[in-house]
Protein backbone atom coordinates (compact mmCIF):
# COMPACT_ATOMS: atom_id res chain seq x y z
CA UNK A 1 0.00 0.00 0.00
CA UNK A 2 0.92 3.77 -0.62
CA UNK A 3 1.73 5.92 1.76
CA UNK A 4 -0.86 7.54 3.37
CA UNK A 5 -0.51 11.77 3.00
CA UNK A 6 -3.34 12.89 2.04
CA UNK A 7 -5.76 13.10 5.47
CA UNK A 8 -9.25 14.96 6.07
CA UNK A 9 -10.03 14.99 9.46
CA UNK A 10 -14.12 15.62 9.57
CA UNK A 11 -16.33 17.01 12.22
CA UNK A 12 -20.42 17.99 12.30
CA UNK A 13 -21.56 15.08 10.08
CA UNK A 14 -24.04 14.95 12.42
CA UNK A 15 -24.68 18.58 13.37
CA UNK A 16 -25.91 18.00 17.59
CA UNK A 17 -22.38 15.71 17.89
CA UNK A 18 -19.99 18.57 19.22
CA UNK A 19 -16.99 17.39 20.12
CA UNK A 20 -15.41 16.89 17.04
CA UNK A 21 -16.68 20.11 15.79
CA UNK A 22 -15.63 21.85 18.56
CA UNK A 23 -11.90 19.44 18.00
CA UNK A 24 -11.45 21.30 14.92
CA UNK A 25 -11.91 24.87 16.23
CA UNK A 26 -9.61 24.00 19.08
CA UNK A 27 -7.17 22.98 16.55
CA UNK A 28 -8.00 25.93 14.33
CA UNK A 29 -7.17 28.37 17.58
CA UNK A 30 -4.01 26.24 18.52
CA UNK A 31 -2.95 25.93 15.39
CA UNK A 32 -2.62 21.93 15.77
CA UNK A 33 -2.65 21.13 12.14
CA UNK A 34 0.62 21.72 11.32
CA UNK A 35 1.87 19.76 14.02
CA UNK A 36 1.93 16.67 11.55
CA UNK A 37 3.85 18.27 8.43
CA UNK A 38 4.68 14.95 6.67
CA UNK A 39 0.64 14.80 6.27
CA UNK A 40 -1.89 16.66 3.95
CA UNK A 41 -4.18 17.22 6.64
CA UNK A 42 -7.53 18.92 5.71
CA UNK A 43 -10.17 20.13 8.18
CA UNK A 44 -14.19 20.17 7.16
CA UNK A 45 -17.54 20.56 9.13
CA UNK A 46 -19.38 17.87 6.68
CA UNK A 47 -23.03 19.08 7.28
CA UNK A 48 -22.82 22.82 8.51
CA UNK A 49 -26.45 23.41 8.31
CA UNK A 50 -27.12 20.63 10.76
CA UNK A 51 -24.28 22.19 12.62
CA UNK A 52 -26.09 25.53 12.98
CA UNK A 53 -29.03 24.37 13.83
CA UNK A 54 -27.97 21.60 16.52
CA UNK A 55 -29.53 18.71 14.61
CA UNK A 56 -28.17 15.43 13.64
CA UNK A 57 -29.54 16.18 10.00
CA UNK A 58 -32.02 18.39 8.44
CA UNK A 59 -33.50 15.61 6.33
CA UNK A 60 -32.13 12.49 6.13
CA UNK A 61 -29.21 11.06 7.75
CA UNK A 62 -25.91 12.08 5.74
CA UNK A 63 -23.74 9.42 6.79
CA UNK A 64 -26.15 6.98 4.79
CA UNK A 65 -25.88 8.55 1.67
CA UNK A 66 -22.58 7.36 0.64
CA UNK A 67 -23.88 4.01 -1.23
CA UNK A 68 -22.38 4.06 -4.79
CA UNK A 69 -26.22 3.90 -6.33
CA UNK A 70 -27.11 7.14 -4.93
CA UNK A 71 -24.32 8.83 -5.14
CA UNK A 72 -24.77 8.76 -9.24
CA UNK A 73 -28.92 8.94 -8.82
CA UNK A 74 -29.42 12.01 -10.24
CA UNK A 75 -33.08 11.74 -9.04
CA UNK A 76 -32.06 11.71 -5.09
CA UNK A 77 -32.07 15.93 -4.85
CA UNK A 78 -32.69 15.67 -0.41
CA UNK A 79 -30.64 18.05 1.20
CA UNK A 80 -28.53 16.09 2.35
CA UNK A 81 -28.62 13.59 -0.87
CA UNK A 82 -27.24 16.78 -2.42
CA UNK A 83 -24.56 17.19 0.37
CA UNK A 84 -23.55 13.71 -0.22
CA UNK A 85 -22.48 14.27 -4.04
CA UNK A 86 -20.89 17.53 -3.42
CA UNK A 87 -18.36 16.08 -0.73
CA UNK A 88 -18.04 13.15 -2.85
CA UNK A 89 -16.82 15.68 -5.73
CA UNK A 90 -14.87 17.20 -3.14
CA UNK A 91 -13.02 13.92 -1.66
CA UNK A 92 -13.84 11.56 -4.27
CA UNK A 93 -14.80 10.27 -6.31
CA UNK A 94 -16.03 6.90 -4.30
CA UNK A 95 -13.71 4.30 -5.25
CA UNK A 96 -11.22 6.65 -7.21
CA UNK A 97 -10.34 8.88 -4.16
CA UNK A 98 -6.86 10.49 -3.70
CA UNK A 99 -7.93 11.29 -0.11
CA UNK A 100 -5.60 8.60 1.37
CA UNK A 101 -7.42 8.55 4.99
CA UNK A 102 -10.49 9.81 6.24
CA UNK A 103 -11.31 10.53 9.82
CA UNK A 104 -14.69 11.03 10.61
CA UNK A 105 -15.16 12.11 14.53
CA UNK A 106 -18.29 11.25 16.17
CA UNK A 107 -20.32 11.48 19.36
CA UNK A 108 -22.82 8.63 20.97
CA UNK A 109 -25.35 8.94 23.91
CA UNK A 110 -24.39 5.46 24.60
CA UNK A 111 -21.19 4.47 27.15
CA UNK A 112 -18.83 3.49 24.81
CA UNK A 113 -15.70 5.69 25.90
CA UNK A 114 -13.63 5.85 22.80
CA UNK A 115 -13.94 3.63 20.36
CA UNK A 116 -12.18 3.29 17.52
CA UNK A 117 -14.31 1.76 14.60
CA UNK A 118 -13.15 0.28 11.79
CA UNK A 119 -14.07 -1.03 8.10
CA UNK A 120 -11.46 -3.29 6.86
CA UNK A 121 -9.12 -5.77 8.29
CA UNK A 122 -5.95 -5.09 6.46
CA UNK A 123 -2.25 -4.22 7.46
CA UNK A 124 -2.85 -0.15 8.00
CA UNK A 125 -5.92 -1.17 10.14
CA UNK A 126 -4.57 -3.51 12.05
CA UNK A 127 -1.51 -1.60 12.71
CA UNK A 128 -3.83 1.49 13.75
CA UNK A 129 -5.68 -0.54 16.37
CA UNK A 130 -2.44 -2.05 17.54
CA UNK A 131 -0.95 1.20 17.87
CA UNK A 132 -4.31 2.79 19.71
CA UNK A 133 -4.85 0.47 22.11
CA UNK A 134 -1.23 -0.02 23.38
CA UNK A 135 -1.19 3.74 23.73
CA UNK A 136 -4.85 4.10 24.75
CA UNK A 137 -5.97 1.01 26.80
CA UNK A 138 -9.15 2.63 27.97
CA UNK A 139 -10.03 2.70 24.03
CA UNK A 140 -12.08 -0.01 22.19
CA UNK A 141 -11.85 -1.49 18.86
CA UNK A 142 -14.60 -2.11 17.06
CA UNK A 143 -14.38 -4.11 13.67
CA UNK A 144 -17.74 -3.41 11.29
CA UNK A 145 -15.86 -4.89 8.15
CA UNK A 146 -18.37 -7.56 8.56
CA UNK A 147 -21.47 -4.75 8.10
CA UNK A 148 -24.62 -5.67 5.77
CA UNK A 149 -23.76 -4.10 2.30
CA UNK A 150 -26.54 -1.51 2.66
CA UNK A 151 -24.96 -0.39 6.41
CA UNK A 152 -21.73 0.32 4.53
CA UNK A 153 -22.69 4.30 3.39
CA UNK A 154 -20.61 6.34 5.56
CA UNK A 155 -18.89 9.29 4.36
CA UNK A 156 -15.29 7.76 5.18
CA UNK A 157 -16.22 5.27 2.57
CA UNK A 158 -15.74 7.45 -0.19
CA UNK A 159 -11.91 7.79 0.60
CA UNK A 160 -9.25 5.02 0.22
CA UNK A 161 -9.09 4.09 3.97
CA UNK A 162 -11.49 5.76 6.28
CA UNK A 163 -11.91 5.81 10.47
CA UNK A 164 -14.84 6.48 12.42
CA UNK A 165 -13.62 7.94 15.98
CA UNK A 166 -17.22 7.28 18.28
CA UNK A 167 -16.98 9.08 21.74
CA UNK A 168 -19.57 8.79 24.67
CA UNK A 169 -21.21 9.23 26.64
CA UNK A 170 -22.37 12.60 25.75
CA UNK A 171 -26.14 13.86 24.81
CA UNK A 172 -27.08 15.52 21.65
CA UNK A 173 -26.14 19.02 21.64
CA UNK A 174 -23.63 18.97 24.81
CA UNK A 175 -19.95 19.57 24.87
CA UNK A 176 -18.34 17.99 27.73
CA UNK A 177 -14.75 18.42 28.28
CA UNK A 178 -13.73 14.84 29.25
CA UNK A 179 -15.48 13.74 26.30
CA UNK A 180 -13.62 15.88 24.07
CA UNK A 181 -9.94 14.90 25.36
CA UNK A 182 -10.87 11.44 24.89
CA UNK A 183 -11.69 12.40 20.92
CA UNK A 184 -9.02 14.39 20.89
CA UNK A 185 -6.04 11.79 22.29
CA UNK A 186 -7.76 8.93 20.20
CA UNK A 187 -7.23 11.12 16.99
CA UNK A 188 -3.34 12.56 17.24
CA UNK A 189 -2.44 8.96 18.48
CA UNK A 190 -3.79 7.91 14.61
CA UNK A 191 -2.35 11.02 13.06
CA UNK A 192 1.14 10.03 15.11
CA UNK A 193 0.21 6.37 13.66
CA UNK A 194 0.30 7.79 10.02
CA UNK A 195 3.21 9.25 10.09
CA UNK A 196 5.46 6.38 11.56
CA UNK A 197 3.51 4.20 8.94
CA UNK A 198 4.83 5.93 6.11
CA UNK A 199 8.15 5.82 7.92
CA UNK A 200 7.85 2.20 8.12
CA UNK A 201 8.74 3.50 11.72
CA UNK A 202 6.51 1.75 13.97
CA UNK A 203 8.97 -0.07 16.38
CA UNK A 204 7.19 -3.15 18.22
CA UNK A 205 4.09 -3.21 18.04
CA UNK A 206 1.64 -5.59 20.61
CA UNK A 207 1.38 -8.84 18.88
CA UNK A 208 -2.07 -9.16 19.65
CA UNK A 209 -5.12 -6.87 21.29
CA UNK A 210 -8.65 -7.50 22.03
CA UNK A 211 -11.44 -5.83 20.18
CA UNK A 212 -14.99 -6.31 19.00
CA UNK A 213 -16.96 -7.88 16.24
CA UNK A 214 -20.07 -6.74 14.95
CA UNK A 215 -22.32 -9.43 14.87
CA UNK A 216 -26.03 -7.85 14.78
CA UNK A 217 -28.42 -5.23 16.03
CA UNK A 218 -32.21 -6.01 18.29
CA UNK A 219 -34.44 -3.49 18.23
CA UNK A 220 -37.36 -2.77 20.87
CA UNK A 221 -40.42 -4.85 20.10
CA UNK A 222 -43.60 -2.65 18.83
CA UNK A 223 -47.01 -2.97 18.78
CA UNK A 224 -49.13 -3.15 15.56
CA UNK A 225 -49.00 0.69 15.84
CA UNK A 226 -45.23 0.94 15.48
CA UNK A 227 -45.13 2.21 19.55
CA UNK A 228 -42.81 0.48 21.43
CA UNK A 229 -44.10 -1.84 23.89
CA UNK A 230 -40.67 -2.36 26.08
CA UNK A 231 -37.40 -0.45 27.14
CA UNK A 232 -33.99 -1.67 27.67
CA UNK A 233 -33.37 -3.19 30.61
CA UNK A 234 -31.28 -0.72 33.65
CA UNK A 235 -29.32 -4.01 33.99
CA UNK A 236 -27.79 -2.54 30.58
CA UNK A 237 -27.91 0.61 31.10
CA UNK A 238 -24.72 2.62 30.74
CA UNK A 239 -23.26 -1.34 30.21
CA UNK A 240 -21.86 -0.89 26.65
CA UNK A 241 -18.98 -3.46 25.73
CA UNK A 242 -19.98 -5.92 28.69
CA UNK A 243 -20.69 -9.76 28.08
CA UNK A 244 -24.58 -10.59 27.91
CA UNK A 245 -25.01 -14.62 28.11
CA UNK A 246 -27.63 -16.29 26.53
CA UNK A 247 -31.10 -15.68 28.87
CA UNK A 248 -30.02 -12.81 30.19
CA UNK A 249 -32.62 -9.94 30.69
CA UNK A 250 -31.90 -7.16 27.89
CA UNK A 251 -35.51 -5.68 28.02
CA UNK A 252 -38.43 -5.33 30.19
CA UNK A 253 -42.04 -4.20 28.60
CA UNK A 254 -44.07 -1.74 30.29
CA UNK A 255 -46.08 -4.16 32.41
CA UNK A 256 -42.85 -5.29 33.84
CA UNK A 257 -42.51 -8.69 31.66
CA UNK A 258 -38.71 -9.57 30.93
CA UNK A 259 -37.15 -10.08 27.73
CA UNK A 260 -34.47 -11.98 26.84
CA UNK A 261 -30.96 -12.65 25.01
CA UNK A 262 -32.08 -15.26 22.85
CA UNK A 263 -29.18 -16.09 20.90
CA UNK A 264 -26.21 -18.92 21.25
CA UNK A 265 -23.47 -16.06 22.15
CA UNK A 266 -22.43 -14.39 24.66
CA UNK A 267 -22.81 -11.01 22.96
CA UNK A 268 -20.83 -7.56 23.78
CA UNK A 269 -23.67 -4.51 23.19
CA UNK A 270 -22.91 -1.40 21.91
CA UNK A 271 -25.15 1.62 21.41
CA UNK A 272 -27.04 0.62 23.88
CA UNK A 273 -29.93 2.86 24.04
CA UNK A 274 -28.34 5.25 21.25
CA UNK A 275 -30.79 8.86 20.70
CA UNK A 276 -29.72 8.49 17.09
CA UNK A 277 -31.50 4.99 16.28
CA UNK A 278 -34.60 6.47 18.61
CA UNK A 279 -36.49 6.42 14.72
CA UNK A 280 -35.55 2.80 13.96
CA UNK A 281 -36.13 1.47 17.65
CA UNK A 282 -32.89 0.09 17.73
CA UNK A 283 -32.13 -0.89 21.17
CA UNK A 284 -28.84 -2.10 21.13
CA UNK A 285 -25.92 -3.16 18.44
CA UNK A 286 -24.50 -6.47 19.69
CA UNK A 287 -20.40 -7.48 19.03
CA UNK A 288 -18.35 -10.59 20.53
CA UNK A 289 -15.16 -10.30 21.65
CA UNK A 290 -12.12 -11.17 19.49
CA UNK A 291 -8.57 -11.32 20.17
CA UNK A 292 -6.66 -10.42 17.40
CA UNK A 293 -3.36 -11.51 16.22
CA UNK A 294 -1.38 -9.23 14.33
CA UNK A 295 1.33 -11.72 12.79
CA UNK A 296 -2.17 -12.83 10.90
CA UNK A 297 -2.36 -9.92 8.74
CA UNK A 298 1.80 -8.46 8.86
CA UNK B 1 -56.65 26.96 51.00
CA UNK B 2 -59.41 24.74 49.23
CA UNK B 3 -58.93 20.14 49.30
CA UNK B 4 -56.80 19.74 45.66
CA UNK B 5 -59.04 17.42 43.33
CA UNK B 6 -58.61 18.27 40.13
CA UNK B 7 -54.97 17.35 39.27
CA UNK B 8 -53.32 17.38 35.99
CA UNK B 9 -50.29 15.47 34.75
CA UNK B 10 -48.81 16.76 31.93
CA UNK B 11 -46.01 14.42 29.68
CA UNK B 12 -44.11 15.57 26.64
CA UNK B 13 -44.37 19.71 27.08
CA UNK B 14 -40.64 18.86 25.59
CA UNK B 15 -40.91 16.18 22.73
CA UNK B 16 -37.77 14.75 23.58
CA UNK B 17 -37.65 14.14 27.36
CA UNK B 18 -39.33 10.61 27.22
CA UNK B 19 -39.49 9.74 30.43
CA UNK B 20 -42.99 12.06 30.97
CA UNK B 21 -44.57 10.65 27.35
CA UNK B 22 -43.87 6.89 28.69
CA UNK B 23 -44.48 7.36 32.44
CA UNK B 24 -48.31 7.92 30.64
CA UNK B 25 -48.30 5.46 28.49
CA UNK B 26 -46.92 2.77 31.08
CA UNK B 27 -49.78 3.97 33.80
CA UNK B 28 -52.32 3.95 30.71
CA UNK B 29 -51.51 0.22 30.08
CA UNK B 30 -51.54 -0.59 34.17
CA UNK B 31 -54.66 1.23 34.60
CA UNK B 32 -52.69 2.96 36.95
CA UNK B 33 -54.65 6.88 37.31
CA UNK B 34 -57.32 4.90 39.21
CA UNK B 35 -54.79 4.12 41.93
CA UNK B 36 -55.91 7.47 43.37
CA UNK B 37 -59.42 7.46 43.44
CA UNK B 38 -60.20 10.56 45.71
CA UNK B 39 -58.55 12.67 42.52
CA UNK B 40 -60.31 13.44 39.62
CA UNK B 41 -56.56 12.76 38.11
CA UNK B 42 -56.13 13.29 34.11
CA UNK B 43 -53.17 13.06 32.03
CA UNK B 44 -52.33 15.15 28.97
CA UNK B 45 -49.25 14.70 26.42
CA UNK B 46 -48.89 18.47 25.93
CA UNK B 47 -47.20 18.65 22.69
CA UNK B 48 -48.29 15.76 20.32
CA UNK B 49 -46.50 17.29 17.64
CA UNK B 50 -43.06 17.61 19.01
CA UNK B 51 -43.11 14.01 20.79
CA UNK B 52 -43.73 12.38 17.26
CA UNK B 53 -40.74 14.46 15.94
CA UNK B 54 -39.03 13.57 18.84
CA UNK B 55 -37.85 17.37 19.32
CA UNK B 56 -38.05 19.65 22.35
CA UNK B 57 -40.48 22.16 20.32
CA UNK B 58 -41.26 22.91 16.69
CA UNK B 59 -40.85 26.34 16.85
CA UNK B 60 -40.21 27.81 20.08
CA UNK B 61 -40.48 26.69 23.35
CA UNK B 62 -44.01 25.50 24.58
CA UNK B 63 -42.65 25.86 28.35
CA UNK B 64 -41.69 29.66 27.83
CA UNK B 65 -45.09 30.26 26.15
CA UNK B 66 -47.57 30.72 29.48
CA UNK B 67 -46.80 34.84 30.44
CA UNK B 68 -50.18 36.29 30.68
CA UNK B 69 -49.96 39.02 28.17
CA UNK B 70 -48.52 36.59 25.74
CA UNK B 71 -51.45 34.41 26.10
CA UNK B 72 -53.66 37.25 25.70
CA UNK B 73 -52.17 38.49 22.69
CA UNK B 74 -53.55 37.08 19.20
CA UNK B 75 -50.45 38.72 17.27
CA UNK B 76 -48.90 35.50 18.43
CA UNK B 77 -49.65 32.69 16.39
CA UNK B 78 -46.74 30.71 15.92
CA UNK B 79 -47.08 27.33 16.48
CA UNK B 80 -46.56 26.73 20.20
CA UNK B 81 -47.65 30.24 20.88
CA UNK B 82 -50.93 28.71 19.50
CA UNK B 83 -50.94 25.66 21.56
CA UNK B 84 -50.31 27.54 24.56
CA UNK B 85 -53.38 28.91 24.00
CA UNK B 86 -55.02 25.86 23.77
CA UNK B 87 -53.83 24.74 26.77
CA UNK B 88 -54.33 27.55 28.39
CA UNK B 89 -58.06 27.32 27.09
CA UNK B 90 -58.04 23.75 28.60
CA UNK B 91 -56.62 24.18 31.87
CA UNK B 92 -56.97 27.88 32.49
CA UNK B 93 -57.39 30.71 32.24
CA UNK B 94 -54.20 31.55 33.79
CA UNK B 95 -55.17 33.29 37.46
CA UNK B 96 -58.47 31.47 37.21
CA UNK B 97 -58.17 28.06 36.62
CA UNK B 98 -60.02 24.75 38.24
CA UNK B 99 -57.57 23.07 38.19
CA UNK B 100 -56.13 22.90 41.53
CA UNK B 101 -52.78 21.07 40.35
CA UNK B 102 -50.29 20.71 37.96
CA UNK B 103 -48.03 18.25 38.03
CA UNK B 104 -45.73 18.66 34.89
CA UNK B 105 -42.82 15.67 34.03
CA UNK B 106 -39.65 16.84 32.87
CA UNK B 107 -36.21 15.09 31.86
CA UNK B 108 -32.50 17.26 32.08
CA UNK B 109 -28.73 15.98 30.16
CA UNK B 110 -27.93 17.41 33.26
CA UNK B 111 -26.77 14.68 36.66
CA UNK B 112 -29.72 16.06 38.50
CA UNK B 113 -31.65 12.90 39.50
CA UNK B 114 -34.79 13.28 40.63
CA UNK B 115 -35.77 16.86 41.64
CA UNK B 116 -38.63 18.12 42.65
CA UNK B 117 -39.21 22.08 41.47
CA UNK B 118 -41.34 24.63 43.31
CA UNK B 119 -42.34 27.86 42.26
CA UNK B 120 -44.07 28.92 45.96
CA UNK B 121 -43.07 28.45 49.78
CA UNK B 122 -46.60 27.92 51.19
CA UNK B 123 -48.18 25.60 53.34
CA UNK B 124 -48.94 22.94 50.54
CA UNK B 125 -45.65 22.95 48.57
CA UNK B 126 -43.30 23.11 51.57
CA UNK B 127 -45.30 20.13 53.07
CA UNK B 128 -45.15 18.52 49.84
CA UNK B 129 -41.12 18.95 49.77
CA UNK B 130 -40.77 17.52 53.49
CA UNK B 131 -43.22 14.86 52.83
CA UNK B 132 -41.07 13.84 49.23
CA UNK B 133 -37.64 14.58 50.90
CA UNK B 134 -38.92 12.30 53.55
CA UNK B 135 -39.68 9.08 51.71
CA UNK B 136 -37.04 9.67 48.55
CA UNK B 137 -33.86 11.34 50.64
CA UNK B 138 -32.10 10.93 47.19
CA UNK B 139 -34.90 13.59 45.63
CA UNK B 140 -33.38 17.21 45.73
CA UNK B 141 -35.62 19.93 46.61
CA UNK B 142 -35.24 22.68 44.11
CA UNK B 143 -37.36 26.19 45.17
CA UNK B 144 -37.43 28.55 41.95
CA UNK B 145 -40.10 30.94 43.70
CA UNK B 146 -37.46 34.10 43.69
CA UNK B 147 -36.92 33.41 39.69
CA UNK B 148 -37.10 36.69 37.70
CA UNK B 149 -40.70 37.41 36.52
CA UNK B 150 -39.74 37.09 32.99
CA UNK B 151 -38.86 33.55 33.83
CA UNK B 152 -42.23 32.38 35.15
CA UNK B 153 -43.73 31.33 32.09
CA UNK B 154 -44.37 27.66 32.66
CA UNK B 155 -47.13 25.74 31.75
CA UNK B 156 -47.61 24.96 35.17
CA UNK B 157 -48.05 28.16 36.00
CA UNK B 158 -51.88 27.76 34.45
CA UNK B 159 -53.11 25.76 37.23
CA UNK B 160 -53.75 26.96 41.04
CA UNK B 161 -50.83 25.23 41.69
CA UNK B 162 -48.09 23.70 39.62
CA UNK B 163 -45.35 21.27 40.87
CA UNK B 164 -41.91 20.07 37.92
CA UNK B 165 -40.73 16.83 38.03
CA UNK B 166 -37.25 17.03 36.60
CA UNK B 167 -35.05 13.78 36.07
CA UNK B 168 -31.90 13.24 34.76
CA UNK B 169 -29.40 12.85 33.38
CA UNK B 170 -31.17 11.06 30.22
CA UNK B 171 -30.28 12.85 26.64
CA UNK B 172 -32.35 13.63 24.40
CA UNK B 173 -34.79 11.05 22.72
CA UNK B 174 -33.55 8.43 24.83
CA UNK B 175 -35.47 6.32 27.64
CA UNK B 176 -33.80 5.06 30.26
CA UNK B 177 -35.82 2.16 32.62
CA UNK B 178 -33.69 3.98 35.85
CA UNK B 179 -34.71 7.35 35.22
CA UNK B 180 -38.51 6.61 34.11
CA UNK B 181 -39.01 4.68 37.65
CA UNK B 182 -37.59 7.71 39.66
CA UNK B 183 -40.59 9.69 37.95
CA UNK B 184 -42.72 7.38 38.46
CA UNK B 185 -41.14 7.45 42.59
CA UNK B 186 -41.34 10.96 42.95
CA UNK B 187 -44.69 11.31 41.03
CA UNK B 188 -46.36 8.61 42.95
CA UNK B 189 -45.29 10.50 46.32
CA UNK B 190 -47.09 13.35 45.00
CA UNK B 191 -50.34 12.05 44.63
CA UNK B 192 -49.89 10.02 47.57
CA UNK B 193 -49.37 13.47 49.44
CA UNK B 194 -52.41 15.06 47.71
CA UNK B 195 -54.60 12.86 49.01
CA UNK B 196 -53.30 12.67 52.77
CA UNK B 197 -53.20 16.76 52.42
CA UNK B 198 -56.77 16.87 51.58
CA UNK B 199 -57.66 14.35 54.46
CA UNK B 200 -55.76 16.38 56.96
CA UNK B 201 -53.70 13.19 57.36
CA UNK B 202 -49.99 13.96 57.09
CA UNK B 203 -48.88 12.35 60.09
CA UNK B 204 -45.70 13.66 61.18
CA UNK B 205 -43.60 15.20 58.62
CA UNK B 206 -39.86 16.12 59.32
CA UNK B 207 -39.19 19.40 61.71
CA UNK B 208 -36.76 20.57 58.76
CA UNK B 209 -35.02 19.74 54.95
CA UNK B 210 -32.35 20.46 52.60
CA UNK B 211 -33.47 22.36 49.98
CA UNK B 212 -31.71 24.79 46.97
CA UNK B 213 -32.67 27.75 46.20
CA UNK B 214 -32.14 29.47 43.07
CA UNK B 215 -29.69 32.43 42.84
CA UNK B 216 -28.58 33.44 39.01
CA UNK B 217 -26.92 31.81 35.76
CA UNK B 218 -24.28 31.20 34.21
CA UNK B 219 -23.29 31.47 30.69
CA UNK B 220 -20.18 30.74 28.73
CA UNK B 221 -18.34 33.37 26.86
CA UNK B 222 -18.62 34.19 23.04
CA UNK B 223 -16.64 36.01 20.88
CA UNK B 224 -17.66 39.19 18.58
CA UNK B 225 -19.87 36.48 16.42
CA UNK B 226 -21.32 34.77 18.99
CA UNK B 227 -19.29 31.88 19.06
CA UNK B 228 -18.41 29.95 22.27
CA UNK B 229 -14.86 30.26 23.18
CA UNK B 230 -14.98 28.13 26.58
CA UNK B 231 -16.82 25.11 27.90
CA UNK B 232 -17.80 23.88 31.29
CA UNK B 233 -14.73 22.81 33.37
CA UNK B 234 -14.71 18.98 33.39
CA UNK B 235 -14.00 19.03 37.41
CA UNK B 236 -17.98 20.08 37.18
CA UNK B 237 -19.40 17.20 35.05
CA UNK B 238 -21.94 15.26 35.90
CA UNK B 239 -21.73 17.25 39.62
CA UNK B 240 -25.19 18.96 39.90
CA UNK B 241 -25.91 20.10 43.29
CA UNK B 242 -22.25 19.86 44.45
CA UNK B 243 -20.50 22.95 46.07
CA UNK B 244 -18.05 25.39 44.60
CA UNK B 245 -16.41 27.57 46.41
CA UNK B 246 -15.69 31.00 45.34
CA UNK B 247 -12.51 31.31 43.02
CA UNK B 248 -12.62 27.93 41.72
CA UNK B 249 -12.33 26.95 38.04
CA UNK B 250 -15.87 26.19 36.60
CA UNK B 251 -14.94 26.75 32.68
CA UNK B 252 -11.98 26.51 30.57
CA UNK B 253 -11.37 28.18 27.33
CA UNK B 254 -10.04 26.52 24.31
CA UNK B 255 -6.77 28.03 24.74
CA UNK B 256 -6.75 26.11 27.79
CA UNK B 257 -7.60 29.18 30.47
CA UNK B 258 -9.16 28.75 33.58
CA UNK B 259 -12.16 30.66 34.34
CA UNK B 260 -13.34 30.85 38.12
CA UNK B 261 -16.21 31.35 40.12
CA UNK B 262 -16.24 34.83 40.61
CA UNK B 263 -19.58 34.92 43.21
CA UNK B 264 -19.16 35.53 46.90
CA UNK B 265 -20.83 32.43 47.48
CA UNK B 266 -20.68 28.92 48.20
CA UNK B 267 -22.85 28.04 44.73
CA UNK B 268 -24.49 24.75 43.99
CA UNK B 269 -25.00 24.35 40.28
CA UNK B 270 -28.13 22.67 38.30
CA UNK B 271 -28.66 22.40 34.92
CA UNK B 272 -24.50 22.08 34.01
CA UNK B 273 -24.39 21.63 30.28
CA UNK B 274 -27.91 21.03 29.62
CA UNK B 275 -28.59 20.26 25.99
CA UNK B 276 -31.72 22.23 25.80
CA UNK B 277 -29.65 25.81 26.93
CA UNK B 278 -27.61 25.09 23.94
CA UNK B 279 -28.97 28.10 22.19
CA UNK B 280 -28.53 30.57 24.87
CA UNK B 281 -24.91 29.37 25.64
CA UNK B 282 -26.37 28.53 29.08
CA UNK B 283 -23.55 26.99 31.09
CA UNK B 284 -25.54 25.99 34.50
CA UNK B 285 -27.74 27.63 36.99
CA UNK B 286 -26.68 28.30 40.83
CA UNK B 287 -28.40 28.20 43.76
CA UNK B 288 -27.67 28.22 47.05
CA UNK B 289 -28.24 25.27 49.71
CA UNK B 290 -30.82 26.31 52.64
CA UNK B 291 -32.35 24.64 54.79
CA UNK B 292 -36.31 24.74 55.19
CA UNK B 293 -37.95 24.49 58.86
CA UNK B 294 -41.35 23.43 58.38
CA UNK B 295 -42.23 25.18 61.25
CA UNK B 296 -42.15 28.63 59.95
CA UNK B 297 -44.68 27.99 56.93
CA UNK B 298 -47.09 25.78 59.20
Not at 8 to 13: D, R, V
Not at 84 to 92: D, E, I, S
Not at 169 to 189: F, I, Y
Not at 281 to 290: G, N, V, W
Amino acid sequence: MNNITRVALIGGTHGNELSGIYLLKKWGKNNLFSHWPQLDLTQTIANPRACERSVRYIETDLNREFAIEGLLDSQRVGYEQLLAKKLNYQFGPKGNSPVELMIDLHNTTSNMGACLMLLRKDVFNIGMAAYVKERMPEATIFFQDNLPEQRKRFLVSVAQQGVTVEVGPQPNSVLQQETLELMETMTRHILDYVVLYNEGNLGSLPTEFEAFQYTEDLVLPTDDRGQRIAMVSKRLEQKDFHPVEPGETIMETFEGVPIHWEGNYTAYPLFINEAAYHESHSAMSLSQRIIVRCADYF
